[in-house]
C-alpha cells in the first residue's frame, strides 16, 4: 500500500474535520451575494423602505457610513451595523468580485441548522423585519402586502421557527405534516400518481388551495401559465406525466430554433478549441452561453419536466459554470452528461461525469500524479455525489479511491487515461474489493467502482432525500425517502420509475405550499407569468453586431440571476445551490426580485415581446373592479383570490368591488400585478 499526503496547498476540502461533519471554514459571504453583514438590514426610520427610488421604484435607501445621512444611490449596502446576523454566511456565488475568497459554504438541513449546528435563521431579527405600514395610501399599500410575503413565505414554509405564530396564528406556524390518508410514517405509494392525489384529504397548512393540477405544474415545471394548466386538466394529470417523461417526443423546434442563435452550444470541444481566437475577437463567450441557454429553456421550453431535472441533476452532481479554464468544457459537461441522463440513470451519468475534463479540472483530478495524489474528486465522488457524507465511508476509503483513480487525466481539454500514472494494488472501498494489479486495468477497475458506488443503497437514500426536499418538502417524511430509494436500488439506477414512486406518493400530492421558489426559481416564474416571449420587437435598434437581441437578453437575466446569487450552476463549491428555505431568506433579495418583476410588467428589457399591462387580464378586460382584479389573479398565478386577498387588492388600487374601471384598472393594473408578483402565491411553489 502507498503511503502518501495530499498536496496541502492544493487541497479543496478540509481533510479530516470536514469527513467527521465539523465546518471548520470561515464563510462571510451570504447565497445572495453579500456580506452577512447585508442580512441584517432593517425596515426602521433611517432605512425607509417606502422610499422611491429615482427610477420609480421599491428599494432601501441605506444610510451612508457616516450615519448621517442617505447613501448615494437606493441600492446601495449599508455600512457594517454592529448587530447580528440574521443568516449564517453562506458560499458566495459565482462571479464575485475580484476580492472574493471562494469558500466552502455551510450545509443547511431540513431542521434549519448547518453542520456545525448554528441555527440559520434568528427569528427574533426575522419579526422585525415585517414593517407594518403607517398609512393606507398605494403606495404604502403595496410595501404592507410585500412585508406580508416575506413574513407569510417564512411562516408557511416548514422552517417558519415561530415566526408564524406571531403573524398567523398557531395554526400557520405548525402545518400538519402532508401525509393524506395514511400517517406520517408511511409512504402511501399508490398504483399512479393521479390515484395518489385523489387518495388526500388532508394537506400541510398554506395560503396554497389544494387543487392537484396546480400543485403539480407548481413542482414540475418553472411555473404556471394558463395555457399549461389548461393543457394539464384537458390531458390528466397520468397522461401530462407520461408525455413530459418522453421529452424527445415534444415539439420544442420554436425555441430551438432562437438556442440556434448562441452558436456554441453544440460544439465539441475541439470545435471549441479550434475557434476559441475567432469567439474572443467577436466577445462568444462558450462558458456562459450553456448558461444562458438554460435560462431560456426554463422559461419557454414545454420539455419542462426535463428542464426542472436538468436543474435537480446540476445541484446534486454539481460542477460550478465558472472554474479556472472552465470556458471550453463546462458547456459540453451540461450537454453530453446531465442532459443526457437527466431521465435516463444515474450510474451512466456518474461514470460519464468522472470521465469528463470539466468534473476533473473542477476537483483537480488532473493534478494527482504517482508521487503526488490529489484526493479531492475521491472525496467528493463519496460524500456529495453518491453515499453522502453519513453513508458510511472512511478516511481510508477516500485515501484507497484517490489511488484507484490515478491516471485519471486530461490533455488539450479531453478526458485520457494515463496507465503509467497509475498506482497498482489491492484496494478496498466500502465494500468494493478489486485487484487492481495492472496499470492498463486501471481505468476498467475505476469504472467497476463508480458502478458500485452508484448502484449503493446509500447512494440511493442520499439521491430519494433531495429529490423529495426537491418536489415535497424541506424536511420529507423518512418513510418516503425510503420507498423512493428501494425503487432506485431495485431498478439499478433508473430516473424515470425513481420519480414516478415520489409522484405515486400522497406525500407529494398533500405537501402544498411546502416549498419557497428560490431567486431563480422566481425570475423564471415571473417571465412564465407576464407572458414574455423571446421575439424581440421591430422597434428594438441592435447595436450590437456580435450578437442577436435574444442573446443580449439573455446576458441581462444572467447577469442579474449572478447578482442575486442563483444563477444555473453558478454555486462555486461541489455542494451546489442549498435548497431548503431557510438559506435564502434575504429581504435585500426579495426587494431585488419584487424589482425585477416590476420592470418585467412594464417591458423593460426591450429586447423580448412583452403583454401590455392593460392585455394581462385578456382581450376584453372587465369594466368592475372586482371582477378585474380576480381576472389579473386568475392569469398571472392561475387561481383564484379568497375574499380578504381581494380586499387587499383593492385597497392597493383605492377601489371598491362594484367601481367600474377603464382597461389600466383607473392606473392601477401595474401595482396591482405587482403586488400579485410579490405575494405568497406567487413566492410559494
Do not use: C
Amino acid at each position: 500500500m502507498t503511503n502518501w499526503e495530499p498536496p496541502r496547498d492544493r487541497r479543496h476540502r478540509g481533510d479530516d474535520d470536514r469527513s467527521r461533519g465539523r465546518d471548520t471554514t470561515p464563510a462571510p459571504y451570504s447565497a445572495a451575494g453579500y456580506d452577512d453583514r447585508s442580512f441584517d438590514r432593517r425596515f426602521g426610520p433611517d432605512q425607509s423602505l417606502d422610499r422611491p427610488a429615482a427610477d420609480g421604484r421599491v428599494g432601501v435607501a441605506w444610510p451612508a457610513a457616516d450615519g448621517r445621512g442617505p447613501a448615494s444611490g437606493p441600492h446601495q449596502p449599508p455600512a457594517p451595523p454592529p448587530r447580528r446576523p440574521l443568516l449564517a454566511r453562506l458560499s458566495p456565488p459565482a462571479g464575485a468580485g475580484a476580492g472574493s475568497r471562494r469558500v466552502r459554504s455551510r450545509w443547511v438541513t431540513g431542521d434549519g441548522t448547518d453542520t456545525s449546528g448554528q441555527r440559520v435563521i434568528d427569528t427574533d431579527t426575522a419579526i422585525r423585519s415585517v414593517a407594518a405600514p403607517p398609512r393606507p395610501d398605494r403606495r404604502r399599500a403595496l410595501i404592507g402586502l410585500g412585508a406580508l410575503a416575506a413574513g407569510a413565505a417564512a411562516a408557511l414554509a416548514p422552517l417558519g421557527f415561530g415566526l408564524g405564530s406571531r403573524l398567523f396564528g398557531d395554526a400557520a406556524a405548525n402545518p400538519r405534516r402532508a401525509a393524506g390518508p395514511h400517517g406520517p410514517e408511511e409512504a402511501g405509494i399508490m398504483s399512479s400518481p393521479a390515484e395518489a392525489a385523489a387518495a388526500v384529504s388532508e394537506y400541510a397548512s398554506s395560503v396554497l388551495d389544494p387543487d392537484p393540477v396546480l400543485h403539480l405544474v407548481n413542482r414540475l415545471t418553472f411555473g404556471p401559465t394558463p395555457q399549461l394548466v389548461a393543457e394539464v386538466r384537458s390531458m390528466g394529470i397520468d397522461a401530462w406525466i407520461e408525455a413530459q417523461l418522453a421529452p424527445e417526443k415534444i415539439d420544442d423546434s420554436a425555441l430551438d430554433a432562437k438556442l440556434a442563435e448562441l452558436t456554441t452550444l453544440t460544439k465539441s470541444i475541439p470545435e471549441l478549441r479550434a475557434e476559441r481566437e475567432a469567439n474572443n475577437d467577436r466577445r462568444i463567450r462558450p462558458g456562459r452561453e450553456w448558461v444562458e441557454a438554460t435560462i431560456a429553456r426554463q422559461i419557454w421550453s414545454k420539455r419542462q419536466l426535463f428542464e426542472v431535472m436538468v436543474d435537480f441533476w446540476n445541484d446534486f452532481l454539481h460542477v460550478a459554470a465558472e472554474f479556472d479554464n472552465s470556458e471550453l468544457i463546462r458547456g459540453p459537461f451540461d450537454r453530453d452528461v446531465i442532459r443526457r441522463y437527466a431521465l435516463d440513470n444515474y450510474p451512466d451519468m456518474f461514470v460519464a461525469a468522472n470521465h469528463h475534463p470539466a468534473l476533473l479540472r473542477y476537483l483537480d483530478q488532473d493534478k494527482s500524479r504517482k508521487n503526488a495524489i490529489n484526493e479531492n474528486l475521491a472525496r467528493e465522488n463519496l460524500e456529495l455525489y453518491t453515499v453522502g457524507v453519513d453513508g458510511g465511508y472512511t478516511e481510508e476509503d477516500v485515501r484507497q479511491a484517490a489511488i484507484l483513480q490515478t491516471g485519471h487525466s486530461i490533455r488539450d481539454d479531453q478526458y485520457i487515461y494515463r496507465p503509467d500514472q497509475h498506482i497498482t494494488g489491492r484496494v478496498k472501498i466500502m465494500g468494493f474489493k478489486h485487484p487492481n494489479d495492472t496499470p492498463e486495468g486501471g481505468e476498467a477497475a475505476a469504472e467497476q467502482y463508480y458502478r458500485y458506488l452508484a448502484g449503493h443503497r446509500a447512494t440511493g437514500r442520499h439521491i430519494a432525500r433531495t429529490l423529495a426536499i426537491r418536489l415535497v418538502s424541506d424536511d420529507p417524511p423518512e418513510a418516503l425517502v425510503e420507498a423512493v430509494a428501494d425503487t432506485y436500488v431495485r431498478s439499478r439506477g433508473a430516473i424515470k420509475p425513481t420519480l414516478m414512486t415520489l409522484l405515486s406518493s400522497t406525500h407529494f400530492w398533500a405537501a402544498v405550499g411546502q416549498k419557497v421558489r428560490r431567486p431563480g426559481e422566481y425570475v423564471v416564474a415571473t417571465y412564465r407569468a407576464l407572458g414574455v416571449s423571446p421575439e424581440t420587437p421591430a422597434s428594438f435598434n441592435n447595436r450590437d453586431a456580435n450578437a442577436s437581441p435574444f442573446l443580449q437578453g439573455l446576458r441581462q437575466l444572467h447577469d442579474f440571476l449572478a447578482s442575486v446569487g442563483h444563477s444555473p450552476a453558478g454555486h462555486p463549491t461541489p455542494d451546489g445551490y442549498p435548497d431548503v428555505f431557510a438559506a435564502w431568506t434575504s429581504s435585500g433579495t426579495l426587494i431585488r426580485l419584487w424589482n425585477e418583476a416590476y420592470d418585467a410588467i412594464n417591458g423593460e428589457r426591450k429586447m423580448f415581446t412583452y403583454v401590455r399591462p392593460e392585455r394581462l387580464v385578456g382581450p376584453k378586460p372587465p369594466t368592475m373592479a372586482g371582477d378585474y382584479v380576480e381576472a389579473l389573479a386568475r392569469n398571472l398565478l392561475s387561481r383564484p383570490l379568497r375574499p380578504r386577498e381581494r380586499d387587499v387588492l383593492l385597497g392597493l388600487a383605492g377601489l371598491e368591488s362594484t367601481t367600474p374601471v377603464d382597461a389600466t384598472l383607473n392606473g392601477a393594473v401595474r401595482a396591482v400585478a405587482r403586488a400579485l408578483l410579490a405575494s405568497p402565491m406567487h413566492h410559494l411553489r
